[in-house]
Every structure is written in structure tokens, then in C-alpha cells.
């Protein structure tokens, strides 16, 4: 079993007793359901740098990455430095995030707050919604065919935009969905872990116009990105470069003056 698949096992036992506890009817009372979500997308589109500053504590990779700076002085120094968007770890079992995090981040910034989690029911859907999400991820490896179109679509009726995460050509062949407003190519190899861009030059091509095209993974530096922008990229998710540092959030604003 990869570690995607032991993650997934313990995410469908975690989100059952959620629902047990809260079920949709109160999470449709919160206040998320009456905010109007701000567009990563749009922001994406027009900006020159395309950066998702990721808040991040741990992964099953690389173990701690860092676990002493705040959230709030993570997401308001990444807002302050100009980024598209913010990417919040909600998984708590191996990332050390949660729910809260994402609510604590909304409470703090109004730049666009993508939901990263390993989605496998509509549930974390509506939870995204209630908890200030502007955005969720959905990841190809770990869903079929009908739990992507259903997912994007929930997403969609809810007011939230879909990022949809592929790995390789086959993923991406049933992931050109309607319902999805931006494609995510992960240069991260699930099973080995390696990392590599020439998945995203590889993909680059085949990803419609429709869809903002964004790179995610082992992207450390302005060639890189700038690179990328050839192949079409507008966006760039970054989480280890910046949460590696005492200051994620000047770390975030150097390397965008920079590009």
C-alpha cells in the first residue's frame, strides 16, 4: 500500500464520525454559508508571480517542517507579500493541521484560501464552505470517475471553486471537467516520492485554455517558475521553500520581488 492509500483509509474512518457528530444541517448554519468566496482563479489569472504560499506543519515526507510560527503570522505575512492565494493544511494525522487552522486563516486574511485535504465525501465539501474555504483540492489518484464529477459539482453548488490534482496523462484524460476551474499538475511522484517538472512540461500541452494551469511541488526558485510560465503555468504552489524558514511570510515576500 502507498502511503496515499493509508491515508485515505484513515480519512474515510475520520470523516464517518464527523458526520456522526455534525452532520451538514449544522454546518449549513455557520457563517461561511453567507459569505460570498473570493476567486483564486481570477487572482491567478492576473497576476505576474501566480504563487500559492502554503501553510504547512509536517508531511509524511520530510516529518516536521515547522511547527513553531503561528498561523496568523504565517498567512498575514504571506497576504502581505503579495500571494495569490493561501493553501491550508487541514489534515491533522500527517500534515498537523485542522479545521481550525482554516478558520483561524479566515478570520485573519481576505486572500483566497484554498482547502488542501484528501477529499473522499461530499461532507468535507460543505465543511469547507462552513469553515471559510474559497477553494478546494481534489486529487485524481484518489477518487473515481464519479466521485470527481460529483465532487466539482457539489463544490460548484456551493459557491466554491475546484482544483483539481493530476500526476500523470491518465489522471488528466478524466479530470477535463466542467465543473473544475483549475488543473493542478503534482510534481511529486505518489509512490517514490521523487520530484520532478518534467510531469508539468510533459502535461503542459494537453491541459485546455479553459483550465488555469497550475504546477505544484518542488518548485524552489525564480527559474523554475519562470520556466514554467513558457509552458503556460499561471500558478505555483510553494509550502516547504517558505515554511522551512523562521519566517514564512518574508520568506514569501523575497522571492516574489525577486521573480
Do not use: W
Amino acid at each position: 500500500m502507498t502511503i496515499l492509500d493509508h491515508i485515505i483509509q484513515n480519512k474515510i474512518k475520520e470523516v464517518e464520525a464527523k458526520k456522526a457528530l455534525f452532520p451538514i444541517s449544522i454546518l449549513e448554519t455557520s457563517l461561511g454559508f453567507e459569505r460570498t468566496g473570493a476567486s483564486l482563479a481570477r487572482a491567478l489569472q492576473n497576476s505576474k508571480s501566480g504563487i500559492i504560499a502554503e501553510h504547512k506543519r509536517r508531511s509524511p515526507s520530510k516529518s516536521v517542517i515547522n511547527d513553531q510560527v503561528l498561523l496568523p503570522e504565517v498567512v498575514l505575512g504571506y497576504e502581505s507579500a503579495g500571494v495569490c492565494g493561501i493553501s491550508v493544511l487541514t489534515d491533522t494525522n500527517y500534515f498537523g493541521g485542522s479545521l481550525d487552522d482554516l478558520s483561524l486563516a479566515r478570520k485573519c486574511v481576505a486572500t483566497p484560501l484554498l482547502r488542501k485535504e484528501f477529499i473522499i465525501d461530499t461532507y468535507q465539501i460543505f465543511e469547507a464552505k462552513a469553515y471559510g474555504a474559497d477553494a478546494i483540492l481534489l486529487i485524481a489518484a484518489a477518487l473515481s470517475d464519479s466521485q470527481l464529477k460529483t465532487f466539482s459539482e457539489t463544490a460548484k453548488q456551493l459557491g466554491l471553486e475546484v482544483l483539481l490534482e493530476v500526476h500523470n496523462k491518465e489522471e488528466l484524460d478524466r479530470s477535463l471537467l466542467p465543473s473544475v476551474d483549475m488543473l493542478g499538475v503534482n510534481n511529486r511522484n505518489l509512490k517514490t516520492f521523487q520530484v520532478s517538472t518534467d510531469i508539468s512540461k510533459e502535461l503542459s500541452e494537453k491541459i485546455p485554455d479553459d483550465f488555469v494551469k497550475i504546477s505544484e511541488s518542488g518548485i524552489s526558485d525564480r527559474d523554475t517558475i519562470h520556466t514554467l510560465q513558457t509552458y503556460g503555468y499561471k500558478g505555483f504552489l510553494i509550502g516547504e521553500t517558505f515554511m522551512k524558514t523562521k519566517n514564512p511570510g518574508a520568506s514569501a515576500k523575497k522571492f516574489i520581488d525577486r521573480l
